[in-house]
């Protein structure tokens, strides 16, 4: 995963301590993050709201906006950035209270350099680690995963039907075709795979269709219309209606949401 575009905010109200940690962390990126300051808690609020922030470095005490105001106003946001707290050894009561809150370190002035560097690597590998965690949440279709063939309650005809389907994916499936492979009646099969796995077979195959897309979408440079194909859907607007009706999005929209560029998951 890239690390170019990352940005870190550094929040504080003394410019020396400010500009200070700017420069430190500068010369160790080396272009690898942007690196923006504020030196209120208003101007670091409004900067929050404007666009993404990956690691909020902020002093706990500010008047008017303090770092705890701050760190307060990010609850409820999607992309919450991974928060440090500065802070002098007499507020240290601030500091639980910013932890509480959901940050993740602080540092204690006056600042040691090689601790603000350790520190700061910690917190983005926490933040990368977050946003990996994110992406395979979004990858997993949780109704598949509660669909595992070694669960009790499920027979064998069902188990063989969902091997079977996983195995002939990119064909023009039909239950008709499944239930005649596994020696069953059509509708009889269609109740019993319902009763055993939570879902009508219909929606189990469109599930796994798009799951597999899914993966396709980011760990490949595939065009949609193949990545379609492949999963066994005969024309582009079908498949991303489908896509569509189950993520909520079409599948141009995930792969750049998720990620432009090839992204492995491992």
């Known amino acids: 995963m890239s690390l170019g ?12 301590t400010r500009q200070g940690i700017k420069q430190t962390l500068e010369v160790w990126a080396a272009g690898r993050y942007t690196v923006e300051t504020a030196d209120n808690g208003i101007e670091a609020r409004e900067r929050l709201l404007r666009g993404r922030v990956h690691l909020l470095i902020t002093d706990v005490r500010m ?15 999607t992309r919450k950035p991974v928060v440090i707290v500065i802070s002098g050894y007499a507020e240290f009561e601030y500091v639980q209270q910013a932890l509480q809150l959901g940050a993740v370190n602080y540092l204690l002035k006056p600042l040691d350099k090689s601790e603000l560097l350790q520190v700061v690597e ?18 997993v279709d949780h109704k598949l995963l509660e669909m595992d063939p070694e669960r ?3 027979g064998e005809p069902v188990k063989e039907a969902l091997v079977y389907v996983e195995q002939h994916l990119q064909e023009q499936l039909s239950m ?15 109740v019993l795979f319902k ?3 939570g879902v009508p077979f219909s929606e189990y195959v469109s599930r796994l269709r798009v799951q597999r897309a899914k993966e ?34 079409s599948p141009s929209r995930y792969r750049q949401q998720m990620g432009d560029k090839q992204t492995e998951i491992q």
């Open 176 to 190: 008709a075709e499944v239930a005649g492979m596994i020696h069953l009646n059509a509708s009889y099969f269609s």
């Open 63 to 77: 008047p008017e906006v303090s770092g705890l105001d701050l760190i307060r106003s990010l609850e409820g946001q």
């Open 152 to 154: 009790s309650g499920m």
């Open 5 to 16: 575009n990352k940005m870190i905010l550094v929040v504080d109200d003394e410019p020396r």
């Open 195 to 197: 009763e055993q796995t």
């Open 216 to 249: 396709m979408l980011l760990q490949t440079r595939m065009p949609i219309g193949e990545i379609g194909e492949r999963v066994g859907y005969r024309t582009d607007k079908y498949f991303i209606k489908v896509f569509k009706s189950l993520e909520g999005i």
């Open 122 to 139: 910690a917190a983005l590998k926490r933040e990368e680690e977050e946003q990996r965690r994110e992406k395979l949440e979004k990858l």
